[in-house]
């Protein structure tokens, strides 16, 4: 099954045409600090756990990519957070924000005279 991605944030909704090139799922870590006591005992203490998530997005329109640079400028780049849905279909999003503050858009084919479809690498963050 391919799913189709969308992002939301405010009023304004990105959606996608294809799914994501490659969608590695969240990777957890936690984010905890050692002690070690006079006997050896190891002690850790959780401080809390951050999820990542990198996706590569892939034959993107040149509307989609100027919407998804709209949504860097004025609003992920500022660490706003936003939400993602794994399939459009989703009634449940996942909120996040960016765990890369960087947008660099690669031109993959040419489409027409100065058109061309786009991919972007993308990644997020959440804590849980």
């Not at 005992?41 to 993107?60: C, G, H, M, N, P």
């Not at 992920?76 to 449940?92: I, P, R, V």
């Not at 765990?99 to 040419?110: G, L």
């Amino acid at each position: 099954m391919n799913l189709i991605p969308k992002l939301t944030y405010g009023a304004t909704t990105i959606e996608f045409t294809y799914p994501p090139a490659r969608d590695n799922g969240e990777a957890v870590d936690a984010k905890e600090k050692t002690s070690v006591a006079l006997d050896g005992t190891r002690w850790v203490q959780v401080d809390y756990y951050e999820a990542t998530r990198k996706i590569v997005l892939s034959f993107l329109s040149d509307s989609q990519i100027t919407a998804l640079r709209t949504w860097y400028e004025n609003h992920a780049s500022k660490g706003l957070k936003f939400d993602w849905y794994t399939d459009h279909e989703d009634e449940t999003p996942t909120e996040y924000e960016l765990a890369r503050n960087s947008f660099t858009p690669e031109k993959v084919v040419p489409v027409g005279a100065n058109a061309f479809l786009w991919a972007v690498t993308l990644e997020f963050r959440r804590v849980i």
